[in-house]
């Protein structure tokens, strides 16, 4: 997975990092995917039309604008999925002393979102058993800005 994503971090500290977070169990890790990767995300989205997006504005726990349906993605994300979703990502090595994991093959609850000037995301619980009998034990949000976008015009 070395190509494919970076860990600044050994996995025991993440894992410590993560135990003790307040104030809830969580970690940060930046600069884990190829900026190559994530600045090819930020135009996917830029491209895609108003009807691809929702505005979310009457739920507590976040006002921005998602994308209507994980099927929308383009190239960009199905590449980045391609790599969340791989044995390589998901079965980390038993000295790291997680359970192995599993994606959610649905892609219930995933989508982009756009925050702008005023939006919000609180901190909340996601259901954590869907459909299909799988318990959600983990989350991941990946946070895009502008500001490593690259200019491809040479």
């Known amino acids: 997975m070395a190509d ?14 993560y135990r003790t977070a307040k104030p809830f169990p969580h970690v940060v890790i930046d600069d884990l995917f190829a900026p190559e990767v994530l600045d090819a995300l ?11 997006w929702k505005q979310v504005a009457n739920d507590s726990r976040e006002r921005t604008l998602r994308m209507k349906s994980a099927a929308e993605m383009g190239p960009a994300g199905t ?5 969340v979703h791989s ?12 359970l192995s994991a ?20 609180n901190v909340h619980s996601d259901r954590n058993v869907a459909t299909y009998r799988l318990v959600r034990r983990l989350a991941m949000i ?13």
């Open 79 to 83: 590449k980045l999925l391609s790599v």
């Open 102 to 121: 599993s994606s959610d093959p649905y892609l219930l609850g995933l989508a982009y979102a756009q925050m702008r000037r005023g939006d919000y995301f």
């Open 42 to 52: 930020l135009v996917e989205m830029a491209e895609m039309g108003r009807d691809k």
């Open 87 to 98: 044995a390589g990502f998901l079965y980390p090595s038993r000295r790291s002393g997680y």
């Open 4 to 17: 494919k994503i970076t860990l600044t971090r050994r996995i025991e500290e993440l894992q410590t990092a």
């Open 142 to 154: 990946v946070f895009l800005t502008s500001h490593g976008l690259r200019n491809t015009t040479g």
